[in-house]
């Protein structure tokens, strides 16, 4: 499955964003996907991810309560809806897919054989 992501930009702080990453050549509902992000100089860390089935989610302790992931298996995208936005959020934010992961390995960028080319997210204080 190829991933393209989009919808950075730059924001000021306490504003919204909303990326999304749509998928072709695969069948999107069988997928798993996440949202991680790489700021200048620090490890790609994980933001949130979803199950295939759509029921479980995901969401790293530091973005629980402003950042919402969600999909649209019609539409082969998933979205990942940032709101509240801290200047600690600036990083390029990868989308990823995996088959057959388990609620506890979503985190895990290691588990992840397929990613789109990340989106620049600015947030100015």
């Known amino acids: 499955v190829q991933l393209q992501a989009s919808g950075g930009g730059l924001v000021q702080a306490g504003g919204s964003l909303r990326l999304s990453c749509t998928a072709s050549?695969?069948?999107?509902?069988?997928?798993?996907l996440g949202w991680f992000r790489q700021a200048p100089g620090k490890e790609r860390e994980f933001v949130a991810a979803?199950?295939?089935?759509?029921?479980?989610?995901y969401m790293a302790d530091s973005v629980k309560g402003r950042f919402a992931i969600s999909r649209d298996n019609a539409k082969n995208t998933v979205y990942l809806e940032m709101n509240t936005l801290k200047p600690e959020d600036t990083a390029v934010y990868y989308c990823a897919a995996q088959r057959g992961l388990i609620l506890s390995s979503l985190p895990n960028s290691r588990q992840y054989s397929h990613w789109g080319q990340g989106t620049q997210v600015t947030v100015s204080s």
């Open positions: 979803i199950r295939a089935s759509g029921g479980h989610r």
């Open positions: 050549g695969g069948t999107f509902s069988m997928y798993s």
